[in-house]
Structures are given as C-alpha cells and as structure tokens.
C-alpha cells in the first residue's frame, strides 16, 4: 500500500527528493514517518509529519538539511534532502501509524511500511 521510490546515486553536497504514495487508503489519517537503515543496524528514525502537516519532526543528524512535507490530496509524503553526506547512505522508508504523535520515533508503532529506496552518496 506504501510505495517509495525516488532514491539513487548522489555524490556528497547533492540532493534527492524522496516520495512516498499510499494507495487503498487516506493518507490524511496517518502520521507518516521516514526512516533508515544500513546493513547490520537498526532502523533509524528520520522524520515525521503529523496528518495536517503542521507539525514535523527530524533526528538531529539532518536537521536543517532534511524536510518531511505532504499532499493529503495526492496521498503522497516527501522527503527532500539537501547537502547529502555520505553517512546518509541507507535505505529509505515511509512508514503510516495512527499512534499518538509523541510515539512518532519508534518503528514499533508504525502499522504500514514501504518497501524502501536505496538512497547512495559518494564521497
């Protein structure tokens, strides 16, 4: 029901937009979450927004580098990163939960997940 799509191969200093479309659902019932993971650890939170989209919430790690926006219309969330970093290299996730925003950061309370999108930044 969740698909991502738009990661690729960036060098260092790059950007990518990332989006994420819910089909067979309203998206405006979810806070959307993005999140990522490497190989061998942990999937990481990166950001959320909540369903109107006037709150969003970022690790440290890409604040002030990274947005998290929606179009409830269109059922998709974005991702739009900017001067990437090669520790941004990952796969990336939307995830839709219906959990209390302050629950926003843990994977465990999400209900729907994408299949990811490999996202590469070269140095």
């Known amino acids: 029901q969740l698909q991502a799509s738009g990661g690729g191969l960036v060098q260092a200093g790059g950007s990518l937009r990332l989006s994420c479309t819910l089909s067979?659902?309203?998206?405006?019932?979810?806070?959307m979450g993005w999140f990522r993971q490497t190989p061998g650890e942990e999937r990481e939170f990166v950001a959320a927004?909540?369903?109107?989209?006037?709150?969003?919430s970022y690790v440290d790690a890409v604040k002030g580098r990274f947005t998290v926006s929606r179009v409830n219309a269109e059922s998709t969330v974005y991702l739009q990163m900017i001067s990437l970093k090669p520790e941004d290299t990952a796969r990336y996730y939307c995830?839709?939960?219906?959990?209390?925003?302050?629950?926003?950061?843990?994977?465990?309370?999400?209900?729907?997940w994408g299949q990811g999108t490999l996202v590469t930044v070269s140095s």
């Open positions: 927004i909540n369903k109107g989209g006037g709150s969003t």
């Open positions: 995830a839709a939960t219906t959990a209390p925003w302050g629950l926003r950061e843990s994977p465990s309370r999400y209900y729907y």
């Open positions: 067979g659902d309203f998206v405006s019932r979810y806070v």
